[in-house]
């Protein structure tokens, strides 16, 4: 089921590395975190990340145990699949000729820049869409 989500969502796969460098991130992020929603935000992260890359093709131990990847992974699916779909909205707003595959936080400017410039979106433009959609799209922080 997962990785028909992950199929589903179409990010791209990368190398082995990359997804190594990006579980580090994300553990750090979990590390620091100490409120109980956010630390199972952060969670989310890590599955994401994790299962991400064994969509990817590579071989990953999960670092916490069964329990708390499930846990997470009740938080990931609608976290993910909001954010993507948020993304796939605005960029059809802001008249993309392709989709966008995006699950990024759409609540940090520098982000939405990088989007903007990736799928070749009219940066001003796509900032306000999104922080237009923002007010009444219901994402999971």
């Not at 620091?32 to 299962?51: A, F, H, R």
């Not at 992974?73 to 976290?79: E, F, S, V």
């Amino acid at each position: 089921m997962i990785n028909k989500w992950h199929s589903w969502l179409a990010m791209t796969k990368h190398d082995k590395l990359w997804h190594q460098n990006d579980m580090t991130d994300e553990l750090d992020e979990y590390y620091q975190e100490t409120k109980i929603i956010k630390k199972w935000s952060e969670l989310s992260d890590v599955v994401y990340t994790y299962t991400r890359a064994k969509w990817s093709g590579h071989n990953f131990l999960f670092p916490f145990s069964n329990w708390q990847f499930y846990l997470g992974l009740i938080y990931m699916l609608p976290k993910y699949t909001g954010r993507w779909l948020f993304f796939r909205r605005a960029g059809q707003k802001a008249g993309c000729l392709k989709a966008v595959h995006e699950v990024r936080n759409p609540h940090k400017t520098y982000k939405l820049q990088t989007i903007a410039r990736q799928y070749q979106i009219d940066v001003d433009k796509f900032q306000q869409i999104c922080q237009k959609q923002l007010k009444y799209w219901p994402l999971l922080p």
